[in-house]
């Protein structure tokens, strides 16, 4: 495996995002597009930052004018550094509840898998590998 950096993770992601990675639920409300490619991705991307630091993933609820729109997903590395990649696609008056820690959803029958195996994929192209995925 090539030696990187969380800068080249962070742009790897960034270039790996997609209509095809995003979340089915938030491709249909439109969120997702060339200026907000972050939208939509934060469940896998915690996953595949999860797969190569360990640490906990934290979930917490979006919120906007009062109503809930849906959940959050980032990460808390094992330093206890809260890591959020995908923080950015809220741009439209969103708030973010406090995380709770998440158990790591298992096996192929978890929520995204293809999704999830197709960010890991071309991530770990653009880095040069990565470990195999967790099951």
């Not at 969380?6 to 990675?21: G, M, P, Y």
């Not at 729109?69 to 959020?84: K, V, Y």
């Not at 929520?111 to 960010?119: D, T």
């Amino acid at each position: 495996m090539t030696p990187w950096n969380l800068l080249d993770l962070d742009r790897a992601l960034r270039a790996s995002w997609a209509a095809d990675t995003c979340s089915p639920d938030d491709l249909l409300r439109a969120g997702w597009g060339p200026e907000n490619p972050a939208w939509g991705q934060c469940d896998i991307t915690a996953l595949v930052v999860h797969d190569l630091f360990g640490g906990e993933l934290l979930v917490g609820k979006v919120y906007r004018g009062g109503e809930q729109q849906g959940f959050h997903w980032w990460n808390r590395l094992p330093s206890g550094a809260e890591l959020d990649l995908t923080l950015e696609q809220f741009r439209n008056g969103q708030t973010v509840t406090e995380g709770r820690v998440l158990a790591r959803p298992v096996g192929p029958t978890r929520h995204r898998w293809a999704e999830y195996l197709l960010l890991r994929e071309r991530v770990g192209e653009r880095l040069g590998g990565f470990p195999e995925p967790a099951a």
